[in-house]
Nanobody
């Protein structure tokens, strides 16, 4: 089992940048595919990005080119670098770990979740 804790959220102006971190404890990250999702009030949880164990990454369409996922297995941390932020990026951001490494663009593909960190982008 792995415990995940997100940090780095906050208030930023439109056009700004933030880097979110997700620290894992209990097991090394190399055992999991890792993903980031977000959920805005009244909306469904939305896929942002994943990083597979083999290093392959992928992104949701609206995040491609603006967000970058990376991982440091030695430090058991996964990051989400976000740039050119827009007010519609405002949401609670979650990291997640997948044991099976399948269906990584869907919430159901993940076993473990962090508690989330709020990102608010002002216009």
């Amino acid at each position: 089992q792995v415990q995940l804790v997100e940090s780095g959220g906050g208030l930023v102006q439109a056009g700004g940048s933030l880097r979110l971190s997700c620290a894992a404890s209990g097991r090394t990250l190399s055992s999991y595919a890792m993903g980031w999702f977000r959920q805005a009030p009244g909306k469904q949880r939305e896929f942002i990005a994943y990083s597979r164990r083999d290093g392959i990454t992928d992104y949701g369409n609206s995040m491609r080119g603006r967000f970058t996922i990376s991982r440091d297995n030695a430090k058991t941390t996964v990051y989400l670098q976000m740039s050119s932020l827009k007010p519609e990026d405002t949401a609670v951001y979650y990291c997640a770990a997948s044991v099976r490494g399948m269906a990584l663009t869907y919430s159901e593909g993940y076993t473990y979740w962090g508690q989330g960190t709020q990102v608010t982008v002002s216009s």
